[in-house]
């Protein structure tokens, strides 16, 4: 072999793992154990820009701030952020944040000023689309073949009563639809939902019963009934598909809900601690990475619980520190599992990077290769902020909103008052009663695989 044909050789080799090997990245050499906080990642470097009628770059932190929830995009690997509402924020735009970019985008909106109502309660901007609301951890990705980010619940803007709207966003057409209204009774503002793919369809504790939505046929079938009601909207929920076992978890209890027997259980018995004394009294981060529920309330530490043995776990991680949680209510949805990369995400505020955690062995399932996880269909997120939107008679209808802007030098936390448009947190006094209280979540307490046992409150 020559060695001009040899260095041929070698230079067509190097361009065939030169991808591989730009593609690599902290997170796929984070080690078990370990938190990471991604640099340069603030969500606020994608708001709308600033008009005439409204200082979008300063409110938009309230999408998150004011009981703002979230999902993950398990056929894309990424981060959904959708929230606002009550007194709070008019902001409708989607956010999403991409695991494997490792940069946000706002695929969609937010619905033009104009076109935004002032005053009232308003399920449905004048263009068609979703009014604005607290979404807690009423948000859910339902995969291929619908690809949509689901809403169900939440205290709307302007007024913060409770939004009966059930909401479908499609990331292959980049649109909203309106879907079938939910029962009207015994709903509440924080429904929490868990996507199930043995069956398809989406699980919701209501305020007075458990929901079972079919996202095919658009309908609602009544499960268990409660009595006395539920009531506890500062919560967040998980699902273990193969046990059946959906856990909610919040607002100072553990409740557990069986779909195989349609069996729910209010503050689940467990010998040691109560819920608030390890996890806050608002929502902690929840998910299940196809083998275990973890449960995260600020900090280093996480718990995982073992719902045979009803017992927590310690476990104390490494790396850099997420803090505390500091949005209102807690962390509801923005805490996730992301399978295509073996790590849960995390995101604060919108002036806060975003935070990752591995806590097994394994760089995650590449997107596309994951058959539970539904195809990779239409666009994947960018600026394209020109949609059609559908109301709830039908009404095929148009808004374009602006273009994202670069970062905003303005970094301002909200800090004013409740029940106007300035940014502050629905005070839970409020006439419309939305639930709108809770305290953050405080760190967890400190050690190393602790097993605890759990006992009812009293």
């Not at 600033?50 to 998150?64: F, H, L, V």
């Not at 695929?107 to 935004?116: E, K, R």
């Not at 009563?161 to 309106?178: I, K, L, P, Q």
């Not at 500091?326 to 399978?339: K, Q």
Request: hydrophobic content about 35%; aromatic content about 10%; glycine content about 14%.
């Amino acid at each position: 072999m020559t060695m001009a044909r040899s260095t041929s050789i070698l230079a067509l080799v190097a361009v065939a793992l030169a991808p591989a090997v730009a593609s690599a990245d902290a997170i796929d050499d984070l080690a078990p154990g370990t938190w990471y906080e991604i640099p340069d990642t603030p969500m606020r470097a994608v708001c709308p820009p600033d008009t005439k009628q409204y200082e979008w770059s300063y409110y938009c932190n309230n999408a998150i701030l004011a009981w703002g929830g979230g999902a993950i995009d398990t056929t894309r690997g990424r981060l959904i952020v959708w929230g606002g509402g009550h007194g709070d924020y008019w902001g409708n735009e989607v956010y999403v944040f991409d695991l494997h970019a490792l940069e946000w985008s706002r695929p969609w909106g937010p619905t033009p000023d104009a076109q935004i109502p002032s005053g009232g309660t308003h399920e449905v901007y004048d263009d068609g689309n979703p009014g604005s609301r607290h979404t807690y951890s009423g948000l859910v990705y339902v995969p291929a073949p619908h690809d949509a980010m689901i809403s169900m619940g939440g205290a709307l803007w302007q007024s913060g009563f409770f939004a009966a709207g059930v909401w479908s966003f499609s990331f292959g057409d980049n649109a909203w639809t309106r879907l079938a209204d939910g029962p009207s009774a015994g709903e509440g503002y924080g429904d929490p939902l868990v996507f199930d793919p043995v069956t398809g369809h989406v699980f919701r504790r209501s305020n007075q019963r458990m929901l079972e939505y079919d996202p095919v046929s658009d309908t609602f079938t009544d499960r268990w009934q409660s009595d006395g009601g539920f009531w506890a909207s500062n919560v967040a929920a998980a699902l273990d598909p193969d046990a059946r076992l959906m856990i909610i978890v919040g607002d100072g209890r553990l409740d557990t809900y069986d779909i195989a027997t349609d069996t729910y259980v209010i503050d689940v018995p467990i010998e040691g601690a109560d819920v608030e004394s390890v996890l806050g009294g608002g929502s902690p981060g929840v998910a299940f990475d196809g083998e275990r529920f973890v449960l995260w309330g600020g900090g280093l530490e996480v718990y995982t619980y073992d719902p045979v043995a009803s017992t927590f776990a310690l476990h104390e991680m490494q790396g850099d520190d997420p803090g505390t949680i500091s949005a209102s209510g807690g962390a509801f949805g923005r805490f996730r599992y992301v399978p295509t990369r073996n790590v849960f995400a995390w995101v604060d505020t919108a002036d806060a990077n975003v935070f990752v955690l591995r806590m097994s062995e394994g760089t995650g399932v590449p997107p596309g290769d994951d058959t539970t996880g539904g195809e990779s269909g239409g666009s994947d997120g960018g600026a394209d902020t020109s949609t059609s939107g559908t109301g709830g008679s039908g009404a095929t209808t148009s808004a374009t909103g602006p273009d994202p802007t670069g970062a905003d030098p303005t970094v301002a936390m909200t800090t004013t008052t409740a029940d106007e448009t300035t940014g502050g947190a629905a005070s839970d006094d409020a006439p419309s009663g939305c639930g709108c209280h809770a305290p953050g979540p405080g760190a967890l307490a400190s050690g190393l695989f602790m097993p605890l046992l759990w006992r009812r409150r009293r």
